[in-house]
DNA sequence: CGGGACTCCTGAGGGC
DNA sequence: TGCCCTCAGGAGTCCC
């Protein structure tokens, strides 16, 4: 579920929500996610001070003193509810009923703060992972070492695009999927991306010209920050920490728009869907050239 | 190098 | 009500 603009989000309401408090306990109701949690390394955070969160792609990173860092991959289902009881919004969420002491069957680990306050990492499909680094060897660990340029920083350029495109024989999109090239992009954006750009996904990567990988650096950054502004995409249920829901799901133009009509004026046809890798993609063979 | 199938897991929604 | 099928924001492996 989440691509760069979600974990944008949801870091951002961290850092407001649990940044600076003490992890006064944690319980961990289901240890195999995608790698199976390490019960005495998690154990190890408790009495620790959780003193700045960060994001890296779609990863987030916790850190603690004693140099101990966790990371947390939120697959596609992962989420973290924040928990605080003097704060009567939670008590009304369609998630957690506090009066009621009631778990959501998901919340795979609960991670009890201060001031009777939680972090609850729920993942109804277990892709997600935590994983425990000391401060030296996270940006070495095998999930971070080998990640592109964010697809918002300033290196992520025309020039960078162009030079790696370069006798790829394999198809735009699936380019722009890879986290080795641009870390953070996944297939929503990715269609959305290309929509914006007028590019039909399946292209080869050798046979994009020079004004159509501007566009597509261009709509890169447009979209995303669009998005984080508006609170990332809420589709099904992503929502952050808060239960709050993004609203940028409603600005999508191709992604889940299978037959209807395109939003591009002087344009009737039919947004198509193939699948490229894999993934379901959604264009305008009008459109998209 | 490239592409496709398949894997992890659980639930929603459609068809009958 | 229920069963069976397909599909889903990720990402890795294996095989041809």
Do not use: W
């Not at 960078?160 to 370069?166: D, G, M, W």
């Not at 986290?179 to 292209?203: A, H, M």
């Not at 950054?221 to 952050?240: A, P, R």
């Amino acid at each position: 579920m989440p691509e760069l603009p979600e974990v944008e989000v949801v870091k951002r309401s961290l850092i407001k929500n649990v940044q600076n408090l003490i992890i006064k306990d944690v319980k961990i109701n289901d240890v195999k996610l995608r790698y199976h949690i390490n019960k005495k390394e998690i154990t190890k955070i408790i009495g620790l001070r959780l003193k700045k969160i960060k994001r890296k792609s779609k990863f987030l990173l916790f850190f603690f003193n004693k140099n101990i860092v966790m990371l947390i991959h939120l697959g596609m289902t992962g989420k973290l509810y924040f928990v605080n009881k003097k704060d009567k919004k939670y008590r009304t969420s369609f998630y957690y009923d506090i009066d009621q002491k009631k778990e959501n069957k998901h919340d795979r680990v609960i991670f009890y703060l201060e001031k009777n306050q939680k972090l609850i990492y729920n993942d109804v499909r277990k892709f997600g992972f935590i994983k425990f680094y000391n401060f030296n060897s996270i940006h070495n660990s095998l999930h971070l070492k080998s990640l592109g340029p964010e697809p918002l920083e300033k290196n992520f350029t025309f020039k960078y695009l162009k030079k790696y495109l370069n006798g790829k024989k394999r198809s735009i999109k699936d380019i722009l999927m890879d986290q080795k090239f641009v870390s953070g992009l996944g297939n929503i954006y990715v269609n959305e991306i290309l929509f914006s750009s007028k590019i039909k996904p399946d292209r080869k990567a050798d046979k994009i010209k020079v004004f159509e990988m501007k566009k597509i650096i261009y709509f890169t950054k447009k979209i995303l920050n669009y998005s984080i502004k508006t609170g990332g995409s809420s589709i099904k249920d992503f929502t952050s920490i808060n239960g709050k829901k993004g609203s940028f799901q409603q600005h999508f133009q191709v992604y889940g728009k299978k037959d209807d009509i395109c939003s591009n004026i002087n344009c009737n046809k039919k947004i198509l869907k193939m699948s490229i890798s894999g993934r379901a993609t959604f264009y305008c063979l009008k459109c998209q050239k």
